[in-house]
């Protein structure tokens, strides 16, 4: 897709057009020969063997480890990032390794027989503006009989996340307030996030939603109403992990959300949903 000699990137709510040469918005993806390619393609930031309850998953094999990916980039600015070294840097700003996705699957394997790995986790920065390399990986990752796990803020287009989803096995994703206002200030869509929610529930993938609780943005009972409805409209069945605040980038200077705080809102959304559970308490 192309407008007026820029390359229009499909791949989240954002749009970005881009004149060759041109980074996106989300540091990852840059205009070449009239397409928007996938920038950080191989390029790992963060590697590290995980306990599955820290993407958070706690009803996806408990108490096993995965092996956990990620690049730079992200296409959102939550101004409470807590992994903003890594998301919200580019290439030139951090250090990279290359590695092609039959080697990580390979390594996941090794690490399976070696460690109890049961897959390949793609998280730390924001995995879906690489959605090639996540694709790519998880197709290695599966023909090696491992799990595909998907760690993300949701805010891709359709096609993209309708792609991977039949891939991944289980996922964790971000529903980070109740409405597009609180999605306004984060910069992305709250339609869009619930969507990919559905998508990949209805996939089959084990899905697990994570709500980071911020002191006076989402604290409110109305918020917690809105987001477990929300939830609950797709499955009441999905877990939810309503977890707590630690100061981080642009809030560096606020409060941690209060621990009374966080159990408040996991009672309050115990009444639409089965399975909720407080985080980082
Ligand atoms: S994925 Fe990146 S380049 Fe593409 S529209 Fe979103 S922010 Fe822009």
């Known amino acids: 897709m192309s407008e007026a000699g820029r390359a229009v990137c499909p791949v989240c709510p954002r749009h970005c057009r881009l004149a060759d040469g041109e980074t996106g918005f989300c540091r990852a993806r840059r205009a070449e020969?009239?397409?928007?390619?996938?920038?950080?393609?191989?390029?790992?930031v963060s590697l590290?063997?995980?306990?599955?309850?820290?993407?958070?998953?706690?009803?996806?094999h408990p108490g096993s480890k995965i092996l956990s990916v990620g690049s730079y980039g992200c296409n959102l600015r939550c101004p409470f990032c807590q992994n903003h070294s890594i998301s919200q840097h580019g290439a030139g700003e951090l250090d990279f390794k290359e590695a092609a996705p039959a080697e990580l699957a390979d390594l996941a394997l090794r690490l399976g027989r070696e460690r109890g790995n049961i897959g390949l986790a793609f998280t730390y920065n924001e995995p879906l503006v690489g959605w090639e390399f996540v694709r790519d990986c998880a197709a290695e990752i599966r023909r090696r009989g491992l799990c595909g796990v998907l760690v993300s803020n949701g805010c891709a287009e359709e096609p993209v996340v309708k792609d991977i989803a039949p891939l991944m096995d289980a996922a964790n994703i971000d529903l980070k307030g109740p409405s597009q206002d609180f999605y306004d200030w984060t910069g992305g869509s709250?339609?869009?996030?619930?969507?990919?929610?559905?998508?990949?529930?209805?996939?089959?993938?084990?899905v697990e939603v994570t709500t980071l609780v911020i002191p006076g943005r989402n604290d409110s009972d109305d918020a917690i109403d809105a987001v477990a409805g929300r939830i609950a409209a797709i499955s009441a069945e999905i877990p939810l992990h309503v977890t707590r605040f630690f100061p981080r980038f642009l809030m560096a200077g606020a409060e941690p959300t209060p621990v009374a705080t966080v159990l408040r809102l996991v009672e309050r959304a115990r009444r639409k949903l089965a399975h909720v559970l407080p985080g980082n308490c």
């Open 48 to 60: 590290a063997l995980d306990p599955i309850e820290k993407k958070p998953l706690a009803f996806f």
């Open 33 to 44: 020969g009239g397409r928007v390619v996938c920038g950080n393609y191989g390029r790992i």
């Open 190 to 206: 709250h339609a869009a996030v619930c969507r990919t929610i559905e998508i990949l529930h209805r996939a089959g993938c084990h």
